[in-house]
């Protein structure tokens, strides 16, 4: 039987109630067929509040003895400022790593009732593919004449056409896999250098790909078309910054940013790949219980299938999809009353079904 080690960090807020019930749900789906070695790593806000860090000096090191890592949410605010529990754990693991790719799945599951008139399941299905290691969040800049009234700020997106064209490749093999459409999202009226430079790659790249329909988008416009139109959008590849907020406006497309799962990913197979909901630590309901779990079950769905268990990946896609189609086991944020372990339980009851 196969053994998979996996990496938990629960983290912070709703973090540690959603991550629990998505264990119990990937456990159901991979029993009999393989293993699933969990190790919880305590790293995150209260860990900053004990030891000065998110995580120990050595935990890039630690973190490269696992297949993959499971990851709930970063983020105390107010008592934390965001940018430290930001570069204090998930910017370093995924520079450290080189996780280059940030996969983003942005559909309408059946059952559920998105903000757009007229719009179901068919017309919202894309999946943003997000420069994850450079671009704005490079964290190239600093400040001069702090605390005074001369005092400046300088923060500096930095592209490399290595990078630029990996992330890009990555994109057009994914179209290729879908409905051969790439939609590339930058700002190249405005912004003369970095994302011309990125327009440039993507037309060279898009030569070894004639069978993908190409279309390029501001990201105004981008963010306009995918409330007005979005069934036409397929995969979409775009900047850290420009892909972070508009798979925001996809979560809120979905019906929920509770819903919204994602993968980085790792350029090199050996090191272990990150996968988690991107809703955050939603401190407003933290441990009350009702933490929407189905981002962060089908964040491991996406773990379950990068690790070569497509099968049981596929069939907990099936039982959320069913869970969310019967509409009786839903959280709040979804309309329902339902707590996030009966969320789970009902997913591990049509997973036992199937």
Do not use: C
């Not at 995150?44 to 935990?59: C, H, I, K, L, V």
């Not at 930095?158 to 057009?172: H, L, Q």
């Amino acid at each position: 039987m196969q053994r998979y080690r996996i990496a938990v960090i629960a983290g912070d807020g709703i973090g540690r109630e959603v991550i629990p019930a998505g264990k119990a749900v990937l456990e159901a789906a991979v029993a009999g067929s393989a293993e699933l070695v969990w190790t919880d790593l305590p790293w995150g806000s209260d860990y900053y509040r004990e030891t000065g860090a998110m995580m120990p000096a050595d935990g890039i090191e630690t973190l490269k003895g696992f297949d993959a890592i499971y990851l709930g949410a970063v983020g105390d605010p107010p008592h934390i400022p965001d940018h430290v529990t930001l570069w204090g754990l998930m910017l370093p693991i995924r520079k450290a790593l080189d996780m280059h790719v940030n996969v983003r799945p942005i559909r309408l599951l059946p059952g559920i009732t998105g903000p757009l008139r007229d719009k179901g399941p068919a017309d919202i299905d894309m999946i943003f593919v997000r420069e994850n290691t450079e671009g704005e969040y490079a964290g190239v800049g600093g400040r001069i004449h702090v605390g005074t009234p001369y005092e400046v700020a300088l923060q500096t997106a930095v592209f490399s056409r290595f990078n630029v064209e990996r992330v890009v490749r990555y994109a057009f093999e994914l179209a290729r896999t879908r409905r051969r459409h790439l939609t590339s999202v930058t700002k190249s009226n405005a912004q003369q250098y970095s994302m011309v430079f990125w327009d440039e790659v993507v037309a060279a790249v898009a030569a070894d790909y004639p069978d993908v329909e190409v279309q390029s988008l501001l990201v105004d416009a981008a963010a306009a078309l995918m409330v007005r139109a979005p069934e036409r959008f397929d995969v979409v590849v775009a900047s850290n910054l420009f892909a972070d907020i508009l798979t925001d406006l996809g979560g809120a497309l979905m019906g929920s940013l509770g819903l919204a799962p994602s993968a980085n990913l790792t350029a090199d197979p050996a090191l272990p790949s990150l996968f988690e909901p991107i809703h955050g630590s939603a401190p407003d309901i933290a441990g009350r219980g009702v933490a929407n779990p189905l981002g962060a079950i089908w964040a491991g769905a996406m773990m379950l299938e990068h690790l070569g268990e497509a099968d049981a990946a596929a069939r907990v896609m099936r039982a959320i999809e069913a869970t969310t189609a019967e509409g009786t086991t839903l959280t709040p944020d979804l309309g329902g009353t339902a707590s996030t372990d009966q969320v789970a339980e009902r997913v591990i009851a049509h997973l036992s079904a199937s």
